[in-house]
């Protein structure tokens, strides 16, 4: 394997932990409300909507609006001519995100807490589509789960190497992510809101690994 997909795995899989962290800490410190996807919000909104809740529609309303904002910068960012890599740009915005999560406090609502993730999740979404050539989301694990084993069987059936890679690398990532969950899980346990400082380091290593990854595809490239 060449060294600069190397790196992005690594990077790949460093973010899929980002995500695995973000995802405990929603539901263990939120009351059990998932950060990183807008399927459960979507269904959310329709209730509160059947419901004539206003107030829980607006909150609603307010994470769908977030989470949208967060794609359309993501898609828009990379067309700027002197944007650089995007990449770098979900980072500080993941990094921004923590701060607010740990400044805000308990009291508050917890969907409204967590409107900074909504928006940075979407962002690291776009930000970190693909590595080794697979697509494959850093946020969440359904899609990872289903080419994992769809993977595996196909390579039981088909004895295709490539269906074998498939399988290592959407099960690393899967690995990676619920690895974050448990680190994310510890953290929770010694310091409570305030344990998103704990993604932290996860970011600079992520960081780390996008840098190499882009050093040498220069050092291709030239």
Not at 109 to 134: I, S
Request: net charge positive; charged share 15%.
């Amino acid at each position: 394997m060449q060294k600069r997909e190397k790196a992005d795995r690594f990077a790949h899989h460093t973010m899929a932990a980002v995500g695995g962290f973000f995802g405990v800490y929603a539901l263990m410190t939120r009351s059990a409300t998932f950060g990183s996807s807008e399927t459960t919000n979507l269904i959310y909104l329709v209730v509160a909507g059947l419901d004539g809740s206003a107030e829980a529609f607006l909150l609603r309303l307010g994470a769908t609006l977030c989470y949208i904002a967060g794609i359309i910068f993501a898609t828009l960012v990379p067309k700027w001519g002197k944007a650089g890599n995007f990449r770098y740009w979900a980072l500080v915005i993941d990094g921004l995100a923590c701060l607010l999560l740990a400044w805000i406090p308990g009291e508050v609502d917890p969907l409204l807490a967590l409107f900074p993730m909504f928006f940075a999740t979407a962002v690291q979404w776009l930000a970190y589509t693909k590595a080794d050539g697979f697509n494959s989301a850093t946020i969440f694990s359904t899609n990872n789960l289903r080419q994992c084993f769809a993977g595996l069987t196909e390579y039981l059936y088909e004895k295709e190497e490539e269906d074998l890679r498939r399988f290592y690398f959407y099960g690393g990532t899967l690995l990676c992510f619920h690895l974050g969950v448990v680190y994310g899980w510890i953290c929770m346990r010694q310091w409570g809101i305030q344990s998103i400082f704990g993604c932290i380091p996860l970011l600079i290593l992520g960081a780390y690994f996008t840098r190499e990854a882009d050093k040498l595809q220069k050092n291709k490239k030239n």
